[in-house]
């Protein structure tokens, strides 16, 4: 229990830029998709997949995606250093968001399951002593470059997970004014 309240006191993001090796071997890796896919989930959906993005493999979908950042021609220079980051960190894991129209459960909800798990999966690489990320850039909303990468139409990139090591302590950032964005309801008169 302390170990949970001072992980979640203090627990930061890594930028995907500076995460270095080791990553998680594959059956690590396994087991963190494991814990990270322990989400509420209303009516058992599981709206979500994993698409795991080997190192290697990414070297060219940074270049690709580069030439897509390009193709677009809008804000270039920023996308393609975020196209480069594709390529960064020992292991990136794709959260897929497969949310779809359903009787009872609503789509959105669905959606915040999958924003769950990929917290979740920061959490379960924090346990294993990883640090990780979590992003979506530019290329998780361009249909063709979602295409590229696996993610069929109607579903939705929930993020791009990027995990490794990082040895450094890094400093907190700025937080929400909590007690102002908290209020207590009372039933209108
Ligand atoms: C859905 C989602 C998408 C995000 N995408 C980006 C992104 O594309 N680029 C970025 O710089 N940060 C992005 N972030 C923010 C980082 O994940 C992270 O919150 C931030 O780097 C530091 O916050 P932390 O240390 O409190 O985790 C995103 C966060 C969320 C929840």
């Known amino acids: 229990m302390t170990d949970l309240l001072s992980h979640l006191q203090t627990r930061r993001s890594v930028s ?3 995460l270095s090796e080791p990553g998680p071997d594959d059956p690590t890796l396994a087991d963190m998709l494991t814990l990270a896919a322990r989400v509420p989930d209303h009516g058992k959906l599981a709206p979500w997949r994993f698409v795991i993005y080997p190192a290697g493999a990414r070297k060219a979908g940074a270049e690709w995606l580069a030439a897509r950042a390009e193709a677009l021609g809008e804000d270039v220079e920023k996308r393609v250093k975020k196209a480069n ?13 497969t949310a779809a129209p359903h009787v009872k459960i609503p789509e959105w909800e669905q959606h915040l399951s999958a924003g769950a798990v990929c917290l979740n999966l920061l959490h379960a690489a924090a346990a294993y002593g990883f640090r990780a990320q979590w992003l979506t850039d530019w290329f998780s909303n361009d249909p063709e470059a979602c295409a590229y990468l696996g993610v069929a139409e109607g579903e939705r ?22 007690p102002a964005l908290t209020s207590t309801w009372a039933a209108p008169a």
């Open 157 to 178: 990139v929930a993020g791009f997970v990027y995990i490794g090591s990082y040895a450094n302590a890094v400093p907190d950032r700025d937080r929400p004014d909590v």
């Open 16 to 18: 995907n830029a500076l």
């Open 85 to 97: 980051g594709f390529a960064t960190a020992p292991v990136c894991v794709g959260v897929i968001s």
